[in-house]
């Protein structure tokens, strides 16, 4: 199976490993209710096929760099001789600056279906395995700490 498009955000971050993205995915309600608080939203806003799909988180939808990258006509901001900028910098989540920061330059190096896999083999637990989501600190399924952004 190939990689699915509308999961390369534009940012940088990938949308396969989200925990939104995953909790609608799954119907985990647990998790989205958890994420409900963490985002100051309703648990049925906590649902998104990917930042380049038709359903988008309701963050997302009014996401400035997603905003910026458009009006520059960019894929994302592997593209832009300006990354990093100040409309990333001044983005309020920690995680997501550090991960944009770190994933981009490798998305301009490997190309956006490279990256992508590669993405989704760095979110698993070192210890067992299991699939992670982007900020998580323990692993799922076999309790361990991890630490992957």
Same mark, same amino acid.
């Given at each position: 199976?190939?990689? +699915?498009?509308?999961?390369?955000?534009?940012?940088?971050?990938?949308?396969?490993?989200?925990?939104?993205?995953?909790?609608?995915?799954?119907? @985990?309600? +647990?998790?989205?209710?958890?994420?409900?608080?963490?985002?100051?939203?309703?648990?049925? %806003?906590?649902?998104?096929?990917?930042?380049?799909?038709? #359903?988008?988180?309701?963050?997302? +939808?009014?996401? =400035?760099?997603?905003?910026?990258? %458009? *009006?520059?006509?960019? *894929?994302?901001?592997? %593209?832009?001789?300006?990354? =990093?900028?100040?409309?990333?910098? @001044?983005? =309020?989540?920690?995680?997501?600056?550090?991960?944009?920061?770190?994933?981009?330059?490798?998305?301009?190096?490997?190309?956006?279906?490279?990256?992508?896999? %590669? *993405?989704?083999?760095?979110?698993?637990?070192?210890?067992?395995?299991? =699939?992670?989501?982007?900020?998580?600190?323990?692993?799922? @399924?076999?309790? #361990?700490?991890?630490?992957?952004?």
């Amino acid at each position: 199976m190939g990689v +699915k498009r509308s999961l390369a955000g534009p940012c940088g971050l990938y949308c396969g490993v989200c925990g939104v993205y995953i909790a609608h995915r799954d119907g @985990n309600v +647990k998790l989205q209710e958890r994420l409900s608080a963490v985002y100051g939203v309703e648990p049925g %806003e906590i649902r998104c096929e990917g930042c380049l799909s038709d #359903e988008v988180f309701v963050l997302c +939808k009014v996401c =400035p760099v997603k905003r910026c990258v %458009e *009006e520059k006509g960019l *894929e994302g901001c592997h %593209e832009c001789d300006d990354f =990093p900028c100040g409309t990333i910098e @001044n983005l =309020p989540l920690d995680v997501g600056i550090r991960v944009m920061l770190r994933s981009v330059p490798v998305r301009r190096q490997l190309g956006t279906d490279r990256w992508m896999t %590669e *993405e989704e083999k760095r979110y698993r637990c070192p210890s067992c395995g299991y =699939p992670l989501f982007r900020g998580v600190k323990r692993c799922r @399924n076999c309790g #361990e700490s991890v630490d992957v952004d």
